[in-house]
């Protein structure tokens, strides 16, 4: 069973279209992130949900929109593509305190054209 | 904010060599974590290690936190090791975690 799943693997889309990436873990975990890796494999935090409850929100574009419906999904919504959204996305979730371990989803590739 | 620095960028090795990874932060941290991306592009998360040292098979690591760096220690390389190794810290551990640029280590057979 994959612990952290992510969905689609791959999106290939038009400058301008609106997308979402789907996230869930069946880990029982109460906290959830988007990362986002850039073509030079940076990676960068951009939001944390902890039990449905934004707690993290980093300097995203408004056009990037999280959204939690229960502690096991955390999916993100990207409207009106730009061509520097292309990026791997990655989700992540930890159980939390103490050691805010996380485990890593296997990444959506974005490409926007 | 935190800067996070890893050395070397870069790494090739032979299959069976040692290599050593080092990561230095700015400042003091309550959280330090290594992963491992491989070719694929999966993130496997390798060590919880804010202080101390930890052991797992060819793999350990070691972080100083007075002196605000991380060591990870790879014996008898092998091709599947390669990738890029990610240090990252959480200043307060709220789970935000801010990483270094990587280092991506080729082995060749």
């Known amino acids: 069973d994959t612990a952290v799943s992510q969905t689609p693997k791959y999106l290939v889309t038009q400058m301008g279209n609106d997308k979402s990436i789907k996230c869930e873990q069946n880990l029982g975990h109460d906290t959830m992130y988007w990362y986002k890796q850039d073509s030079k494999k940076f990676l960068k935090i951009m939001f944390s949900y902890n039990n449905k409850e934004l707690i993290i929100n980093e300097t995203v574009p408004n056009r990037f929109s999280p959204k939690s419906p229960d502690k096991a999904h955390l999916n993100l919504h990207i409207n009106s593509l730009e061509l520097g959204d292309s990026a791997v996305y990655f989700c992540a979730s930890t159980p939390g305190h103490p050691q805010n371990i996380q485990y890593f989803g296997a990444g959506t590739r974005l490409s926007v054209l | 904010g935190i800067q996070v620095e890893q050395s070397p960028p870069d790494l090739i090795l032979q299959e069976g060599a040692n290599s050593t990874l080092r990561c230095n932060f700015s400042?003091?941290?309550?959280?330090l974590q290594w992963f491992h991306q491989n070719p694929w592009g999966q993130l496997i998360n390798l060590f919880y290690i804010p202080s101390g040292t930890k052991q797992n098979g060819r793999l350990s690591a070691t972080t100083v936190a007075t002196e605000r760096y991380s060591l990870l220690y790879i014996s008898s390389s092998q091709t599947t090791d390669s990738g890029v190794y990610f240090c990252?810290?959480?200043?307060?551990?709220?789970?935000?975690?801010?990483f270094g640029q990587g280092t991506t280590l080729q082995v060749k057979p």
């Open positions: 990252a810290v959480d200043p307060s551990n709220t789970g935000k975690l801010i």
């Open positions: 400042d003091s941290v309550n959280n």
